[in-house]
């Protein structure tokens, strides 16, 4: 798995936060302010979550990737293994339990206006990149869960890390 959807989802955090601040500057009504400020933290949230995921998971399915590539054993490691493969897969699956709750709230925030009052149009945009932050995360578990979490634990099994 590369870092593209991790990418796509900084890049609509990035965006959502302009409108954001956009709405603060416009002082709206204060049913706005409270979302922009409930949209702005999630969308931190969000981005620190994505970060973690970067920076933690990404290099361990790399290396995982290039020692089932190397024929890598894990039962004749010289001083034992101390990847902890059983953790990083159980972190991960911990992970997913996490996102899960984030889309949850993100949904939350990106449900569709049925309001006759008048929003400025930065409102709605807002909206709009909320509902799409949502999308790209579903996609995102979707990805993680039925592709990338049997593909760890089938390289786990490869390079006999599971014990």
Known sequence: MDKSFYDKIN????????YADKLKDLEVQ?????YV????????????????KKDHFLPYVQSLSEKEDGGHNCASCSGGCTVQHDLQLQELKQSLLQLKDVIYRVQMVALPLYSDS??????RLLRN????IENTLTELFSVEQTQLIPKIV??????????
């Open 11 to 18: 890049t609509l955090c990035g965006i959502a936060l302009k």
């Open 30 to 34: 204060k049913s706005t302010s409270q």
């Open 37 to 52: 400020t409930l949209c702005s933290r999630l969308i931190n949230e969000v981005q620190k979550f994505i970060a973690i």
């Open 118 to 123: 008048i929003y400025p149009d930065v409102y």
């Open 154 to 163: 089938d390289a786990q099994k490869n390079i006999n890390a599971l014990r």
């Open 129 to 132: 990149h909320m509902a799409l």
